[in-house]
C-alpha cells in the first residue's frame, strides 16, 4: 500500500509525500505500533474492510493526531459582513467520518501528546516574544532587565528524593539516628531514580502535614497575586513615587507557570521583566540587580492567612519555601552576557517543557504514587468536612465554622473536592501579565487565519502569498466574514478500537520529524 492511510505505517501521515528526506518517511520506516492490542488489529482492520480508512486518515489530518477528539453535530454559515452574502455553508455531515471533529486542547502529555505539544510550542512562543521581541511585541524588549525566578513550597517534613550525581538519598548509619516521634528512623540510604515510587513521598507518614499540604496547594495562586503586588510596592519605595504612580514610571510584566515536583506540590517559574513608561521595549529605570533584590525581599514578606479548616480554629500562616532561586537573564542595554547566563531561548524552553509537565503528578493516571493519592484523600476529606458544615450553618445548628467564601456563598474549603485530581492546586498552569507578550488566543486565531488562507489558496488555484505573513496573521484587524452555527456536543474520542494507537503513533512519528527539522542546521554545518 503506498497512500497515507497505509495501516501497517509506511508513511507518515500528515507529512506530504515530497518531503523525501526524513529518514522517517518511506516504506521502511514504520510506524511504532508495537502496544496494539487485538482488539485495535480488528478495529483497524475494519476501516480497511468497510472504506473508512481515506476518512479517518483525513479526520486523523484535521485535529493534528489528537488522541481524544471532541465530536460535535451541526451545521454554520459564513456570512460577508458588509455585503450579507453567503459564502459558504458547512454541515457536520460532510467531514469525514460524518462528524466534526476538533481537537481536545488538552495541555497534559500524557493525556494528549499531539495537543499538549501544540500547547508548548504556543507557550514557547509567548514566553519568546516577551523575552527577544517578535509576534507584535517590540524587539527593544531584549535589552529590558529580566529575572528568572523559582518560587518553592514550603518543607511539610522530610520525603524521599533524587540526589545529584547519584547520591544517596538521607544517608545516616548507627544507633544515633534520629527518630521521629513514631519511632521512624529519618534517615534512607537508597540512591533512588527519577521513577521510583518512593521519590517525593514522606519518611514518616504521620508526621507529615498532610492537610498543610493541601491548604497551601489551595492558595499558592493567592500567594502569587500577593508577591506581584509586594514587588510593584517595592519598586515604588526604591523610586520614591506612590504606588499608585508607579505606571508613570515603570511597569512589571512577568510570565510564569506552575511545575508539579515530586511530592505533590507545585513551584512557579517565573519571567519577571521591568519596562519603562512607554511599555514594552522602553527603558527600564532600574538594572536587572536591583530589581532581583527587591523580589527576594518581597517574597521573603509575603504570606496569606488562610481560614481554618475545622473548628478547632487554627489559622494557618502560608508563605514561601525558603529554596527562592532568582537568576538574572537579562542585565540591561549596557551588560555584556557571560558564557554561563541564561539565554532568552533556554528560559522560552524552560518554560514551556514545565507547562506540559505532569511526570504522574495528578492522580487521573492509573499508575499515581501513593502520597499523591493520600493528598488527593485528603482534599476530598476536607470537602466533606466544608459540606457538612454548610449543611449544618443552613439546618441553624451553632458551629464555629470557618469564613464563607462571598464569591460561591459555599464554605471556604467546598470546593476543594472539585480539584482533588489536581491535589488542590485551582490555578492555571501558565499565566502572563497584560503587556508581557502576545497572548495565547491570538496565537490560535492566527493559526486559524492560516488554514482559511490555506483553504482560500487551494479553492482558487493559486499559491498562498508569504509576503509579510505573520504581520497579517497576528494582525488585530476585524474580520470580514462573520460565521453563524449551531453546535452540540456529540463524545469524545476515537470511534473505533486502534484508532486511538494510529493517531498517537502518528504524533510520535510528527515529534520525530519536528526534531529532524530542528535538528537540520545542525546536519548541515557537518
Not at 65 to 81: A, I
Not at 284 to 309: C, I, K, M, N
Request: aromatic share 6%; charged share 25%.
Amino acid at each position: 500500500m503506498g497512500s497515507r492511510h497505509d495501516f501497517s505505517g509506511h508513511l507518515q501521515w500528515g507529512i506530504p509525500d515530497t518531503r523525501r528526506g526524513f529518514p522517517g518517511h518511506g516504506e521502511d520506516a514504520p510506524l511504532d505500533l508495537s502496544s496494539l492490542s487485538s482488539s485495535d488489529h480488528v478495529g483497524i482492520l475494519s476501516r480497511l474492510l468497510d472504506g473508512t480508512a481515506d476518512a479517518f486518515a483525513d479526520a486523523l489530518a484535521s485535529v493534528g493526531n489528537c488522541r481524544r477528539p471532541v465530536h460535535l453535530h451541526g451545521s454554520s454559515t459564513t456570512v460577508d459582513r458588509v455585503t450579507g452574502e453567503v459564502l459558504s455553508r458547512f454541515s457536520s455531515r460532510d467531514a469525514p467520518l460524518g462528524v466534526l471533529l476538533t481537537p481536545c486542547g488538552n495541555r497534559r502529555a500524557h493525556v494528549c501528546p499531539a495537543c499538549s505539544r501544540t500547547y508548548a510550542r504556543d507557550t514557547f512562543e509567548l514566553i519568546r516574544s516577551g523575552v527577544v521581541g517578535g509576534k507584535t511585541v517590540p524587539a527593544e524588549v531584549a535589552s529590558a532587565p529580566l529575572l528568572f525566578a523559582t518560587f518553592t513550597a514550603p518543607s511539610l517534613g522530610h520525603v524521599h528524593g533524587v540526589r545529584a550525581d547519584g547520591a544517596k538519598c538521607r544517608p545516616r548509619s548507627g544507633d544515633r539516628v534520629e527518630r521521629c516521634p513514631h519511632g521512624v528512623r529519618l534517615s534512607c540510604n537508597a540512591a533512588h531514580a527519577d521513577g521510583d515510587q518512593v521519590v517525593g513521598s514522606p519518611l514518616c507518614w504521620d508526621c507529615y502535614d498532610w492537610t498543610t499540604a493541601v491548604v497551601w496547594q489551595w492558595h499558592a495562586p493567592e500567594l502569587w497575586r500577593r508577591t506581584t503586588i509586594a514587588l510593584r510596592r517595592a519598586l515604588a519605595g526604591r523610586l520614591g513615587v506612590k504606588e499608585r504612580a508607579l505606571t508613570d514610571t515603570c511597569s512589571v510584566q512577568f510570565a510564569k507557570v506552575a511545575e508539579y515536583q515530586a511530592r505533590g506540590l507545585v513551584h512557579f517559574h517565573a519571567l519577571i521583566r521591568l519596562d519603562g513608561t512607554a511599555g514594552p521595549g522602553s527603558p527600564a529605570p532600574l538594572d536587572a540587580d536591583t530589581l532581583a533584590d527587591l523580589l527576594r525581599g518581597a517574597a521573603r514578606t509575603v504570606s496569606v492567612s488562610a481560614p481554618p479548616v475545622d473548628d478547632g480554629g487554627t489559622v494557618r500562616v502560608l508563605a514561601w519555601g525558603t529554596q527562592l532561586d532568582v537568576r538574572i537573564v537579562t542585565h540591561g542595554p549596557a551588560h555584556l552576557r557571560t558564557r554561563d547566563e541564561l539565554t532568552p531561548e533556554q528560559v522560552a524552553g524552560y518554560l514551556a517543557k514545565y507547562a506540559t509537565k505532569d511526570a504522574g503528578t495528578t492522580t487521573d493516571r492509573s499508575d499515581a504514587k501513593p502520597h499523591l493519592r493520600r493528598l488527593e484523600a485528603e482534599c476530598h476529606r476536607l470537602a466533606d468536612l466544608a459540606r457538612d458544615r454548610d449543611e449544618h450553618r443552613r439546618a441553624g445548628v451553632g458551629t464555629r465554622s470557618v469564613p464563607v467564601d462571598l464569591r460561591t456563598g459555599l464554605d471556604y474549603y467546598r470546593l476543594l473536592g472539585k480539584w482533588a485530581h489536581m491535589l488542590g492546586f485551582r490555578g492555571h498552569f501558565s499565566t502572563k501579565s497584560r503587556r508581557y507578550s502576545v497572548t495565547l488566543g491570538r496565537l490560535r486565531r492566527a493559526r486559524q487565519r492560516y488554514q482559511r488562507l490555506v483553504a482560500e489558496a487551494a479553492r482558487n488555484g493559486s499559491q498562498l502569498d508569504v509576503r509579510d505573513l505573520e504581520t497579517r496573521l497576528l494582525a488585530d484587524e476585524d474580520e470580514t466574514t462573520l460565521v453563524i452555527g449551531a453546535w452540540e456536543y456529540a463524545g469524545t474520542g476515537w470511534p473505533r478500537p486502534g484508532d486511538a494507537a494510529l493517531a498517537e503513533a502518528s504524533a510520535a512519528r510528527a515529534r520525530e520529524y519536528a526534531r529532524w527539522r530542528a535538528d537540520a542546521p545542525a546536519r548541515t554545518t557537518t
